[in-house]
């Protein structure tokens, strides 16, 4: 029985920027980011019977996110991307992007679309940084990831709800 635990690197996020010529989008690393943060915000339902001497609660669904933040770095196509979503102030589905959790032991993926949620900039005294949150904005997927360039990049097959 192998015991190890994951290391953080090797769960990596990628993010859907959108193809320049084509439809659809590329899927790459996220780089330069020094928060990314999953919560799942479960939604509950509780309640306590008359006739029990415990309350009963469930899970009645979810709405997870990723807190992000990033120090500023030229020249990155998902940080570009970001930063048109924040400087324009784009609304609606013009500010949706999938991301891509992986693990990158063997290629299981989860997918979602995204809304792009900016928060602050500049807050770091030494380097420009920008935050804010990626709320979910579609069904769960289960995917297989591959890359051919050390998980620079990533393409995914055997995409099924979840």
Request: glycine share 8%; net charge negative.
């Amino acid at each position: 029985m192998n015991n190890n635990p994951v290391l953080r690197h090797q769960k990596l996020l990628f993010y859907g920027v959108p193809s320049t010529g084509t439809a659809g989008y590329v899927f790459k690393r996220m780089k330069y980011f020094t928060e990314l943060e999953h919560s799942k915000n479960p939604e509950e339902y509780e309640r306590k019977y008359v006739d029990e001497p415990n309350k009963r609660t469930d899970v009645t669904g979810f709405s997870p996110e990723f807190s992000y933040g990033f120090d500023f770095h030229r020249d990155d196509s998902v940080i570009e991307d970001i930063l048109n979503i924040t400087n324009k102030e784009l609304l609606g589905s013009l500010a949706v992007r999938p991301l891509l959790l992986v693990d990158t032991k063997d290629g299981s993926a989860l997918m979602r679309d995204y809304s792009v949620i900016p928060d602050s900039e500049g807050g770091d005294e030494n380097v420009y940084t920008y935050s804010g949150t990626f709320k979910a904005c579609g069904e769960l997927s289960e995917v297989t990831a591959t890359s051919a360039d050390d998980w620079k990049t990533v393409s995914i097959s055997n995409e099924t709800g979840g």
